[in-house]
């Protein structure tokens, strides 16, 4: 295993559909010699739903990332005073997340994250899933593009026919979007 020396922290909102992939990939992460920090929001943390128990979601991030989630405001803010990262990922990240960084409402663990973390200019990588990509979270989605150090790994819309404002990141690229994002620039395409 490779020690890349970067740190990321690995943010976990709620779109739980997608636990299972996002999970996959954090293990790849880590194996990759990545240093993690666990991040999860409120309902992240708290919320068992028919994917599975949050007990098992938070201890599953704790093992792979070898520490405690970070689950509140008051345990994210030190993230950019003491310069804890060098790369803040969600993933994935919701719709109702990306409308709170896109409006700078900083009211969770990972949006605070993002806060403290680009105080000091630290790049920031989004994984979307949101059902309303292409619709209510358009304009979010289109303001965060535009924002300097804010990069995304590239997504696609998941199910046309039967949600056809849904889209969602290819979870598989989180990896070379990491590498990229850390040397300053945007994986592309970014939309296929």
Request: hydrophobic share 45%; glycine share 10%; charged share 20%.
């Amino acid at each position: 295993m490779a020690e890349t020396g970067a740190r990321i922290g690995f943010a976990v909102t709620g779109s739980f559909c997608t636990f299972a992939r996002v999970f996959e990939q954090m293990r790849l992460l880590a194996q990759k010699g990545y240093q993690l920090v666990p991040i999860m929001s409120e309902n992240a943390f708290s919320t068992d739903t028919r994917f599975g128990r949050a007990s098992d979601w938070v201890h599953q991030a704790e093992e792979i990332c070898g520490r405690s989630v970070i689950h509140t405001i008051a345990q994210a803010e030190p993230i950019g005073p003491k310069k804890l990262l060098d790369l803040l990922l969600l993933a994935p990240c919701t719709g109702n997340t990306l409308g709170k960084l896109a409006c700078g409402i900083y009211d969770t663990a990972p949006t605070l994250a993002v806060k403290s973390h680009r105080r000091n200019g630290g790049p920031v990588l989004i994984a979307v899933s949101t059902n309303d990509a292409l619709s209510g979270s358009a304009a979010g989605i289109g303001l965060l593009m535009n924002r300097k150090g804010t990069f995304f790994v590239p997504f696609e819309q998941d199910d046309w026919r039967a949600k056809p404002t849904s889209c969602v990141a290819d979870f598989g690229k989180i990896l070379p979007a990491v590498e990229a994002a850390l040397a300053g620039r945007q994986l592309e395409p970014m939309i296929f």
